[in-house]
């Protein structure tokens, strides 16, 4: 309003103003076409919204203010460019262009003041109805350009006249579509518009591709390659060098309820757990009180459960449940089916001290951590390419069993290298703790034949542990490390061994291959 009396009030008698406005209802005045969808949607909205906020029309303003014989002509104007006549095709495209390039800008504004829209909200209803406005590409549905274009007069008594146009909705040539596609059933077919806009595929391939989004790549990778080395680290006892960013209080507040899932499960399965006074309770608590001392982990809350396998059948015993895990915090979780298959308290601290030497090696913080690296790494060389082919690969990367692979030639092969370097360190631990190593040979040699007996294998290539020949053999050939390392032990008491081998956590076993 106030432009408009700022006009009026500059005005000679008998000069003239123009203006325009824009009516972005849509419409079909044949009725052959329903105006409905997130584009109708979105145009309601704002000319409510618009109404709301005390938006005017033209016509009203300019009387209003004094200007006299205001008049008002619609001019017609296409959504895009179905009209035959070249004029009106060219309009169309152009009006097309303008308005699905600023559709954001147009209600931006408006949809949060008056809806209380977040900017990601508005922008996802813009291209919504972006979407819906390609599917009127066959039909006559114009919106409403208001162009005040005829001379307005302002005589002595401050009269005026406007002439305003608006757009008259032009009916649909329906009859000569179905004519030209019944001559050549192909063609609708070979002009057919995809079903996203040119617009926003251009907008997405762009992703990637421009060179600020090369230039954020290139320095993430160079941080990547710097923030690995930061975080490459050696390995107690085995010395080997790996990438883990993850402390060990990460891991075990990650892991901080793995436990109550652990009971929870056992108890929903109808299993229950051993007592503490139970003889194999006692057992297993025995040998961890032994090999906390030399685990290098003595501050940890440990406790120790035991799961029952009280079903009366000895293979199932050993097979089925023939297991004992550590998780991440010194909760130690031990089946009593595996004391069968141990038969002696050192194999048990065999088993124990491999469950325990995880832990000390961090080893699922060095998985978690690879798999972050490797998860990033594969992004990444997706995105170089582009939004669009790196989402075409990344579909031919899943279809084409891409992880399997990735599986195959990294993860399996660290699962099998932190099972090996387990099985080491754990001998060394049992040794510092004054056990036979010895045992661990007789106790995988035992699981070979229940496997075997069992008749379940499973290549090495595709498991994430060595075979348990492959583990027999590796331990015969640690066996006389292990033997001297037990020499070097004051077995006779617990006090001295328990220091010698946080030392040598410290300063590193003898590296051998594991």
């Known amino acids: 309003m106030q432009i408009v009396q700022q006009a009026f009030d500059a005005l000679e008698p008998g000069a003239y103003f123009e203006s325009q406005e824009l009516d972005s209802s849509l419409g079909c005045d044949d009725g052959t076409v329903r105006v409905e969808g997130a584009l109708a949607r979105w145009l309601n909205t704002k000319c409510d919204r618009s109404m709301i906020t005390g938006a005017i029309i033209m016509k009203e303003a300019y009387e209003e203010v004094g200007f006299v014989d205001v008049q008002e002509i619609m001019f017609k104007v296409p959504t895009n460019g179905w009209a035959k006549d070249g004029h009106l095709k060219e309009i169309g495209k152009m009006w097309e262009k303008n308005l699905l390039s600023g559709l954001t800008g147009f209600s931006l504004g408006l949809f949060h003041r008056t809806l209380n829209m977040s900017p990601e909200e508005v922008e996802n209803s813009a291209i919504d109805a972006v979407i819906t406005w390609s599917s009127f590409e066959a039909t006559m549905i114009p919106s409403r350009l208001v162009r005040p274009s005829r001379h307005l007069t302002r005589s002595a008594g401050s009269t005026a ?3 305003t146009l608006r757009s008259v909705d032009r ?8 004519l030209h596609s019944s001559r050549d059933p192909h063609e609708r077919l070979k002009n057919a518009r995809p079903l996203v806009p040119d617009v926003i595929l251009r907008k997405i391939d762009s992703v990637g591709r421009s060179r600020n989004s090369r230039a954020v790549v290139a320095i993430a990778v160079i941080g990547a390659i710097a923030f690995y080395f930061y975080n490459s680290q050696t390995v107690p006892v085995t010395g080997r060098r790996r990438f883990n960013f993850l402390s060990d209080k990460m891991v075990q507040q990650a892991h901080s309820r793995a436990a109550e899932a652990v009971i929870l499960a056992v108890e929903e399965q109808g299993g229950h757990f051993l007592s503490d006074w139970d003889p194999r309770t006692i057992l297993v608590k025995r040998v961890m009180k032994r090999l906390i001392p030399v685990s290098g982990l003595p501050e940890l809350d440990w406790e120790v459960r035991v799961i029952a396998d009280d079903r009366g059948d000895a293979f199932w015993m ?3 449940t023939a297991n004992a895990f550590v998780l991440p915090g010194g ?14 308290e050192d194999a048990l601290a065999a088993v124990l001290g491999h469950e325990i030497a995880h832990n000390t090696a ?18 990444s060389l997706f995105f170089l390419a582009g939004a669009l082919p790196g989402l075409t690969l990344f579909a031919l990367w ?29 001998l060394m631990m049992m040794a510092e703790a004054c056990y036979d190593p010895r045992q661990a040979v007789g106790f995988w040699q035992r ?28 331990i015969k050939e640690w066996l006389p490390v292990a033997m001297e390392k037990r020499r070097e032990s004051d077995c006779s008491g617990t006090s001295a061994f328990a220091d010698r081998f946080r030392i040598a956590l410290r300063r590193g076993i003898p590296v051998h291959e594991v």
Not at 331 to 344: E, M, P
Not at 411 to 416: F, H, V
Request: with cysteine; proline share 5%; hydrophobic share 35%.
């Open 398 to 426: 899943t279809f084409a069993g891409g992880f399997y692979l990735q599986d195959f030639l990294y993860y399996l092969p660290m699962g099998r290298k932190q099972e090996s370097e387990a099985d080491y360190i754990g």
């Open 318 to 320: 050993c097979t089925g």
């Open 447 to 474: 699981m070979e034949m229940i496997q075997k007996h069992g008749g379940s294998f499973l290549p090495e290539s595709l498991s994430t542990h060595p075979s348990n020949e492959y583990r027999i053999n590796k």
């Open 171 to 178: 009916p649909r040539p329906f009859a000569q579509s179905r």
């Open 362 to 379: 961090s080893h699922v913080a060095e998985r978690l951590s690879a798999a972050w690296v490797g998860n990033l790494t594969t992004g």
């Open 331 to 344: 909760k130690v979780f031990v089946h009593s089916g595996i004391l069968d298959v141990c038969r002696n």
């Open 161 to 163: 006249i406007l002439l």
